[in-house]
């Protein structure tokens, strides 16, 4: 766990006020405790990314919130994707097939549709 | 104890190069172990300082330390971990959100069977300060009369605290089956939406029916002489009586179907049928009679039925 003060040192160039408004807007989520804010490793890593979108590549504040929010949401997807792709895997050979011929059946379909 | 060489040195991290050395220098006629022989941990704390002013004394390290590329014992630090190597760990993290397929449970029940796991460890977690949050799933045990079951019926589930759950049972479902009732499971959080209820069906069996993919079966007690005469005979259905015929000669054993008189198939597949096991019933006491009359036809008409059995022990 990483203090705020800790975190502040790690981050070149994020002043405390900054990094408790980010924290305040809900753009990152770390534990609140007694002592104060306790963060980690993730956060960090999310603290550094909203820093580098901010001042490196200058996204505005009405669109940080959208784009941490877009890149969450492919998180999701990719870990859901990955555990389906994992559990056909695990299948017998044969309803690997079966699988396999069904989504280029669901694939054709839908191209039918446009 | 903090391992940062600034602090350890006890100067600012904007101190000049001239305030660190004057810190160290005091410091050091303090610590060093060979002045401070009762001290036992006087080489300790001299190595922790020696450390900190191996850093802060040489210009270079210094200036990397400050840039973060070298940590308080001069050890690179490594490159930027990017917030991808963590968010890849799934519900795990506090950033997991199944937002962006949320809606997948409504396409079927395999579907929401496969995301709703997904989404109700989401929203066990929390979020924390951030927005709304799926509320729970709750989860009922429903008991259904096997003509219900077959027919199709609307129930009501009455909770504790007095409100009901109304489910429509559909005609066919099966033993162990779960009915989805979206949201109706437990509320949200800030405008979250509310979670959804799974009612299991637990059929009773009947005294008659007996149920085998989507057909009926019963088995139909007919006497004597509607077995040799051939009768025409009511029939309980789930759908109400039919009239059946009965054809002369009917030996017990014998299937007779009634076609479309099992489970409606709905939207797919064909209604399933009543097969009417005929079972032949004797009286229960036999007249003289009959016994006479039989001893008589034995005697011309008799005829073998277990020509199966013969080879066999």
Redesign the interface.
């Known amino acids: 766990m990483i203090s705020e003060k800790e975190a502040i040192?790690?981050l070149?160039g994020v002043s405390q006020t900054r990094l408790r408004l980010w924290v305040k807007r809900?753009w990152v989520?770390p534990t609140e405790t007694d002592a104060g804010f306790h963060f980690r490793?993730?956060d960090l890593?999310?603290l550094?990314?909203i820093r580098q979108l901010n001042t490196d590549m200058s996204v505005n504040n009405e669109a940080i919130p959208i784009v941490l929010?877009l890149?969450?949401?492919?998180?999701?997807?990719?870990?859901?994707l990955k555990?389906?792709a994992r559990a056909v895997e695990a299948q017998h050979e044969d309803i690997q097939g079966a699988i396999l011929r069904a989504c280029d059946a669901a694939r054709t379909l839908s191209e039918d549709d446009r | 104890m903090s391992n940062n060489p600034y602090d350890l040195l006890g100067v600012k991290s904007t101190a000049t190069d001239k305030e660190i050395k004057a810190a160290y220098r005091k410091l050091a006629k303090e610590l060093h172990p060979d002045l401070n022989p009762g001290d036992a941990k006087a080489e300790e704390r001299f190595k922790a300082i020696s450390g900190a002013y191996a850093i802060l004394g040489d210009k270079d390290q210094r200036a990397r330390f400050d840039r973060s590329e070298i940590d308080e014992t001069g050890k690179e630090k490594p490159e930027q971990q990017y917030y991808r190597n963590y968010a890849g760990a799934g519900p795990e993290t506090h950033y997991y959100t199944s937002d962006a397929f949320g809606d997948f449970g409504d396409e079927s029940d395999l579907f929401s069977e496969l995301f709703r796991r997904a989404r109700s460890e989401e929203s066990a977690r929390g979020r924390g300060f951030k927005g709304p949050i799926r509320g729970q799933d709750v989860h009922y045990q429903l008991k259904v009369d096997f003509l219900d079951a077959a027919r199709g019926a609307k129930k009501r589930i009455t909770m504790p605290d007095g409100s009901a759950l109304d489910v429509s049972v559909p005609a066919g479902i099966r033993d162990g089956q779960s009915i989805r009732l979206k949201g109706k499971g437990a509320p949200g959080f800030n405008n979250g939406p509310n979670g959804d209820a799974y009612v299991k069906i637990e059929i009773s069996p009947h005294r008659l029916y007996r149920r085998e993919g989507r057909d009926i079966l019963i088995d139909l007690p007919i006497s004597l002489d509607e077995a040799v005469l051939g009768a025409k005979i009511s029939v309980p259905t789930i759908h109400g009586k039919v009239n059946m015929a009965i054809p002369a000669g009917a030996s017990s054993g014998q299937t007779l179907r009634l076609k479309d008189k099992g489970i409606a198939a709905g939207k797919s597949g064909t209604d399933g049928d009543q097969l009417v096991r005929i079972k032949v019933v004797l009286p229960k006491k036999i007249d003289p009679e009959l016994k006479e009359f039989m001893e008589k036809w034995r005697g011309e008409n008799a005829y073998s039925v277990r020509q199966e059995l013969e080879g066999a022990l």
């Open positions: 040192r790690r070149k809900g989520t490793e993730i890593a999310r550094e990314l929010s890149i969450d949401q492919i998180h999701g997807l990719r870990y859901e555990t389906l």
